[in-house]
């Protein structure tokens, strides 16, 4: 089955703690993406990566950071500068414009801070 | 900057219905237009994806159109039903690779 795993469903964070999403395809996807959603907004794009060991900011990088080091992993981290962490975030993967640029979606992760 | 409206924001339809949802967007220099559904606390689906160089798309109940020149796509859901209930969205693919989503309209078919 190929499709998007995003661990753990939920996660809860403590002030000044650094957490880490996990997101995984096995679509062979080259690009990858971190989204985050709030109640009531649109989707806002954190971080992309085009390629392996390359990534690029988003709209709202502040707080966050990603690495890259395999085409099928691209894991979130929510540091503790990160002051509103409390959000529903997404990782979706494309096969670029070759494959016709559709995205595709993990099933979120929803993490709040106590 | 490409800006990707969609309204209503909310919608509200007895069963049966034929019904039109609309995304507008304001740079028309897009690769391609697509269309997802999301359930609450869910991850996006993928409905439909237009490329640019095409008019429309066909998914069983779904028809999404495609009019660059004036910036608008609108999704078509005929015969709808209580399953269908959920928020759409579309979203646009333009040069920077980037995909801007508009803010959704939630939907609710009554049965």
């Known amino acids: 089955d190929g499709g998007i795993t995003q661990s753990p469903k939920y996660l809860f964070r403590k002030e000044g703690q650094n957490v880490t999403l996990s997101c995984e395809q096995n679509?062979?996807?080259?690009?990858m993406y971190w989204y985050r959603q709030d109640p009531g907004q649109g989707l806002r794009l954190i971080y992309y990566?085009?390629?392996?060991?390359?990534?690029q900011k988003g709209d709202i990088a502040e707080g966050y950071s990603v690495s890259r080091e395999k085409k099928e992993s691209f894991p979130l981290t929510v540091t503790s500068a990160q002051k509103n962490p409390t959000a529903f975030y997404l990782c979706?993967?494309?096969?670029?414009?070759?494959?016709?640029?559709?995205?595709?979606f993990g099933p979120g992760t929803r993490l709040t801070v106590l | 900057k490409q800006e990707v409206t969609q309204i209503p924001a909310a919608l509200s339809v007895p069963e049966g219905e034929n019904l039109v949802l609309n995304c507008s967007f304001t740079d028309s220099a897009i690769y391609n237009l697509q269309w997802f559904r999301q359930d609450p606390g869910k991850g996006l689906t993928s409905l439909l994806l237009?490329?640019?160089?095409?008019r429309e798309q066909t998914s069983g109940r779904l028809n999404a159109s495609l009019d660059k020149s004036s910036g608008r796509s609108t999704l078509y859901i005929a015969a709808s039903q209580p399953g269908d209930s959920a928020t759409y969205l579309c979203?646009?693919?333009?040069?920077?690779?980037?995909?801007?989503f508009g803010t959704g309209t939630r939907l609710k078919v009554l049965a």
């Open positions: 990566s085009q390629i392996v060991n390359d990534f």
């Open positions: 979706a993967s494309s096969g670029g414009l070759a494959g016709g640029g559709e995205q595709f």
């Open positions: 679509l062979n996807h080259d690009a």
């Open positions: 979203a646009t693919l333009g040069g920077t690779y980037k995909y801007i």
């Open positions: 237009i490329q640019s160089s095409q």
